[in-house]
């Protein structure tokens, strides 16, 4: 399922390098996607807090509020961004967008804002399954968005153009995933108990919850602040729209690691349910180590820029550098993604927090290299700041849990009243 998530996301990319002025037209919807991501990082919280919080219906709808109303202030935030001239002063004076990627960029923008909507749905019901153990309607759920998403991405420049193609395509796919899953988790929502066995408060719930917004839009700000940096470069129109294609590979190729969280928290009841995660997270790593070397150091790049990517001339070379350096994200982000889930299903999220700002701050002082150099290969920089800014949050993560599991003892206890 998150593959399948992520391969969406390239779809789109691959598409749009299509289109008549591609440079143009992909760093528009990179800009865009990254300031819509960055503001909606709740989304994937409310699969989170459904996992440990959905028990009956009346905490089912407790989480329905709590997040409901989040997610209606994030939209009417992200829309007054698009359909003002706060749009203009973030993608063009902040970012260093031409003008006109900046007017593509707000109409992207506008209808990005939208796909709230269907993501919040879905993740409820998502959550909801996860917790009766029943993920592969989840999957079938993405497989018909992926096969929705090519449809629409065929007859929508019969009345739309540029980034707003591809983003209108990922609101309609999602929303027919949405609608699939509806479908599917009502029987699971219908059999929960209508008594409450417990109910969370909107303070537990914030407090479980804050840490981990908190670390999603920060994962998810990574391409929002390097857009600031990468605008800083001599070409800066071909800097965002060639790390817009690398962060497209990257979470294609990568997305399985971020998995890891979700399976750590889910399966962890004890110190040697652990052990077993550690051993499992590093064949995983192990894994898309490997794929990348084979993607990007053998023949193969090529089939993966020109022919999947759509890439030619000038941007296909200048993506090259920076992805040979995307084993270093798949070794950093996976150790980053499986601490992240033994530290929640322990239930240690202020720790998530602060490593989310640890991240940020390295992401800056690498991205700030722009300034200096500003002939530098944006992609290279990019890369190198994502990879860099993971293995930070690694390393802080690293010895926080070190220190929990120094008492043993009161880890077991702990993990005992939460299973």
Not at 17 to 43: C, Q
Not at 117 to 123: A, E, L, N, Q, Y
Not at 168 to 179: D, K, N, P, S, Y
Not at 368 to 386: K, R
Request: charged letters at 10%; hydrophobic letters at 55%.
């Amino acid at each position: 399922m998150t593959e399948l998530h992520q391969i969406s996301h390239s779809i789109v990319q691959a598409f749009l390098a299509r289109l008549t002025d591609p440079k143009e037209t992909l760093a528009a919807f990179s800009i865009a996607f990254a300031v819509n991501t960055t503001l909606t990082g709740l989304n994937l919280v409310v699969l989170q807090g459904g996992i440990s919080f959905t028990k009956d219906k009346p905490s089912f709808w407790q989480l329905c509020r709590f997040f409901g109303g989040i997610g209606i202030l994030l939209f009417i935030t992200i829309e007054s961004v698009a359909l003002t001239p706060l749009g203009d002063a973030v993608f063009g004076k902040l970012m260093g967008a031409s003008a006109p990627v900046v007017l593509q960029a707000k109409w992207a923008l506008a209808i990005m804002g939208f796909w709230f909507f269907p993501v919040f749905t879905r993740s409820l019901m998502y959550g909801l399954l996860m917790v009766h153990h029943r993920t592969t309607p989840i999957t079938v759920a993405t497989t018909l968005r992926i096969a929705s998403l090519a449809l629409f991405l065929m007859v929508l420049p019969m009345w739309l153009e540029g980034a707003a193609v591809g983003a209108a395509g990922m609101v309609l796919a999602m929303t027919v995933e949405a609608a699939y899953m509806l479908f599917v988790g009502r029987p699971y929502l219908t059999g929960l108990s209508q008594v409450a066995k417990y109910l969370p408060s909107y303070r537990e719930i914030w407090r479980f919850s804050w840490p981990l917004m908190f670390m999603q839009s920060s994962e998810n700000g990574v391409v929002l602040i390097l857009t600031f940096f990468l605008g800083r470069l001599a070409d800066p129109d071909l800097a965002l729209a060639g790390f817009g294609i690398i962060y497209a590979l990257i979470r294609a190729i990568l997305a399985p690691e971020r998995n890891l969280i979700h399976a750590a928290q889910a399966l962890i009841t004890s110190f040697r349910d652990i052990k077993i995660m550690f051993k499992y997270g590093f064949y995983t790593i192990a894994f898309f180590v490997s794929l990348v070397l084979i993607l990007f150091f053998t023949p193969v790049r090529g089939f993966v820029l020109e022919t999947v990517m759509g890439l030619k001339g000038e941007l296909n070379l200048y993506v090259i550098p920076g992805s040979k350096l995307i084993f270093l994200v798949a070794i950093f982000w996976g150790y980053a993604a499986l601490l992240r889930g033994v530290l929640s299903a322990m239930r240690r999220t202020g720790a998530i927090a602060i490593s989310a700002l640890i991240r940020l701050i390295m992401l800056a002082l690498v991205g700030s290299v722009a300034f200096f150099l500003p002939q530098a290969n944006g992609t290279v920089i990019g890369v190198l700041a994502f990879g860099g800014s993971f293995a930070a949050e690694a390393g802080f993560l690293s010895l926080c849990l070190y220190g929990h599991l120094k008492s043993p003892h009161r880890l077991f206890a702990h993990l005992e009243e939460t299973t």
